[in-house]
């Protein structure tokens, strides 16, 4: 096995040499002798194949023509309330707002097949996160950030038993979860609290 491996390694050097012999280069070359040469030995027990030499070949110049110049216009993106820039000693940009402490008032959640409706009365900040995840699941899966006005309509839940709680924040701000609610998969709308 070993034999044929080595047989086989001598025969895809010798195909490689013969290419790298036959291939030109791309650029064409004010001198034929810049390009890669094998000096012409005899098979001896000292030298039992030919050694390559490379002759440095000069780097092709190419003129540049006119290409019209391309400008992307930076528009600023809008930023929260609380909003620093980073400064000129590259620092991350730090969040200034501070975290909400109030819980929302009456959260409930009405759902209907794949469809989730979570209500409450808003009493802080002006952002909330609403975070869901499947009832087996001990980790929150999913979230979903929307402005704080009360309400959020989420789709897509198959017909799972859903868990849901909400964070009210200050844009970039953290702030205190709520309770959770925890639902069921219906054909008609149900109040869950």
């Not at 050694?51 to 290409?67: C, D, G, K």
């Not at 402490?101 to 209907?112: A, D, E, G, Q, S």
């Not at 979570?118 to 009832?135: A, H």
Request: aromatic fraction near 8%; charge should be positive.
């Amino acid at each position: 096995m070993q034999k044929i491996i080595i047989l086989l390694t001598i025969i895809f050097f010798l195909i490689a040499v013969s290419r790298v012999r036959a291939t030109r280069s791309p650029f064409p070359s004010p001198n034929p002798s810049h390009r890669i040469h094998f000096r012409d030995h005899s098979c001896t027990q000292n030298d039992p194949s030919p050694t390559p030499t490379i002759s440095p070949s000069p780097v092709p110049t190419a003129s540049l023509s006119a290409t019209p110049a391309i400008t992307t216009a930076v528009t600023p993106q809008p930023r929260g309330e609380g909003y620093v820039p980073p400064t000129q000693s590259h620092e991350a940009p730090k969040c200034e707002a501070k975290d909400t402490t109030k819980l929302p008032i009456n959260l409930h959640v009405y759902r209907k097949g794949d469809v989730a409706i979570v209500k409450y009365w808003p009493t802080e900040g002006d952002t909330v996160s609403v975070f869901y995840r499947q009832n087996d699941s001990k980790y929150w899966q999913y979230s979903l950030t929307e402005q704080n006005d009360g309400f959020v309509t989420i789709a897509g839940l198959g017909n799972k038993d859903i868990s849901f709680a909400v964070m009210q924040r200050n844009t970039c701000s953290g702030g205190v979860m709520s309770h959770t609610v925890v639902d069921g998969p219906s054909k008609e709308w149900v109040l869950f609290r």
